[in-house]
DNA sequence: TTGTACGCGTTATCAC
DNA sequence: GTGATAACGCGTACAA
């Protein structure tokens, strides 16, 4: 690959004159500009981003650790991610943790050599210590997306008032039994009971079904229909949604007569299915947006950087799965 | 960030003193080597891989290509690329080209600056001369995955041999009526239309609904409704699939009874609908590592390294879809 | 075993 | 307007 030193050989002229000439440094004779410029672009010439960097100037590399890409939800973040960045000047460095907390911190090693400006990170735990410490000192930016830090620059829907909404939109499609599926303990499920609670139902009448147990869906599916009242189901996200709908589907309850669905994440399949699956969407051009605006924010002006803790809303898709 | 001749200071011995201990040099004072040592742990020491390749060192990095990281197919892929290249001591840079045949000639301008060692590519259009012109002279090896593209190292699936491998699934599946939904003139068209025709069916008899016009499922649905023999349906992708299976049900067409529906990619959700979605699998990792190994020995034995055109061989997943 | 000197490609600071 | 020159962090001769 060609090098400035080489096209001032060639055009018989210095080194810092080429480098004037391709930095666009006006105080430049112009016979000499075009000559420089012609060579360069003869030769393909591209200026060596390590080189440039070595001399204090920022790498325009930022990090991206995901917990897993090949997640359709994660997948999309990423592409939101990359398109922001690559309109503000810079490119992407890809790492998946597989939700392995020893592989996030392998991953901050290999950023830190390469010297990336900053780094968004979407961590397998929002209480790990690696993550809390807020004091530890980072040698870039750092901004959380999905989660809240406290003390940290994150970007985050606030699941509690999901669970809420949730809760609001299937109440006022008339069911009148509740479950939850999803991990126990969630912020969805928090804000799912609290909303009931708002609305004179009793948390002990809405069934959580826990997700990382075998069978949970078949659990609920008979569950569901076994009883009387027509039952309104809030699922952690679509993937489980589609697989409770399935095993509703086995246990001869009709959707959403029977038994309203309602999914979050809106994955791209959900409008096509039968029925089509509500389901709540997480703006996620918005969270991407903001999360890489911050990022360079603190970067390129860390004095006028504030601290950013902002909670975004996830949006109820009603489709057919909720009546 | 702490450097070596920064630790060299520290600990009184000179800057490459310091390389050969953290580059595990046996040539060095035990003594030295653990004062160094110590220091450079207490400091969170990293080099700077932006630093080493400017004396001709590799950085390691691989630019990977999309041309869309959201679709969950390529989603997969990425992680499999990146789970091979991470242990084979490589990191990622990631580019979407969005379908955008100049963002990929951008990419390349980018990745150039950055003197990845390598690049793994997923062309928008294999026809595209910017791909084909094998004489062009790069900067790094280059592996295309996906597709094929004569004289380049390539890896990807064999679409015809699919369309065949769905023709012979869907006839012994005694489906006697058959059609494609996808992009007429595909590989994955002719290889159907071939197999149909060795078992003695006409390729006029096999009707094709192009997915680039509206309302194409709607035409396909209502087409089989209307039909006395059994249909058998090949998709080009399970998205395709997908939205025919909600207009079949639509026009009351039974699944797999009035027809059979086979899709392609086998997106994780193939296996939760109802009826389960048949469909083909293609061996992402096998592609991804085939991908990243031919780059490595292009990169680190560039002499041992022979030219590479794999086609790889997608599976018929048989679900519920298909009977 | 250790230190000195140099070069990689670039920017920046000087003189001229 | 232009060309020396130093500096960035590192590896590598070479010298001691």
Redesign the pocket.
């Known amino acids: 690959m060609i090098?400035?030193?080489e096209i001032a050989r060639l055009t018989?002229?210095?080194?810092?004159?080429v480098?004037?000439v391709?930095?666009g440094n006006?105080?430049?004779?112009p016979e000499?500009r075009e000559r420089v410029l012609a060579c360069a672009r003869e030769h393909h010439y591209q200026?060596?981003a390590l080189?440039?960097s070595?001399?204090?100037?920022p790498t325009h590399l930022l990090g991206v650790l995901l917990t897993d890409i090949s997640n359709g939800f994660f997948a999309e973040l990423a592409k939101e991610i990359e398109m922001s960045a690559k309109q503000a000047g810079y490119s992407i460095l890809l790492w998946n943790s597989n939700y392995e907390p020893e592989r996030e911190r392998e991953c901050f090693d290999v950023l830190r050599r390469y010297r990336v400006d900053g780094v968004i990170a979407v961590p397998c735990r929002a209480d790990d210590e690696f993550w809390t410490r807020g004091t530890d000192a980072l040698d870039f930016p750092l901004v959380i997306a999905t989660l809240r830090v406290p003390g940290r620059d994150c970007v985050y829907v606030d699941h509690a008032m999901a669970g809420s909404q949730a809760a609001r939109c299937l109440i006022s499609r008339g069911y009148d039994a509740f479950a939850f599926a999803g991990t126990p303990g969630e912020d969805k499920q928090r804000g799912f009971l609290a909303e009931l609670s708002r609305n004179g139902i009793a948390p002990e009448r809405c069934f959580t079904a826990d997700v990382s147990r075998d069978g949970w869906a078949d659990v609920l599916a008979g569950r569901t229909a076994s009883r009387e009242e027509r039952t309104g189901i809030f699922t952690s996200n679509d993937l489980q949604a589609l697989e409770l709908l399935n095993r509703l589907h086995a246990h001869g309850v009709t959707v959403p007569q029977r038994a309203g669905v309602l999914g979050f994440d809106d994955i791209p399949v959900s409008r096509y299915l039968t029925p089509n699956l509500s389901s709540m969407r997480q703006p996620l051009r918005e969270m991407a947006a903001h999360a890489v605006g911050q990022l360079v924010c603190r970067i390129e002006t860390p004095d006028r950087a504030v601290p950013l803790d902002l909670p975004l809303y996830a949006s109820v898709i009603a489709r057919e799965s909720t009546g």
Chains 1, 2 share one sequence.
């Open positions: 090098t400035m030193s018989n002229v210095s080194q810092p004159t480098s004037r391709l930095n006006p105080s430049v004779n000499v200026p060596n080189a440039k070595l001399q204090g100037q």
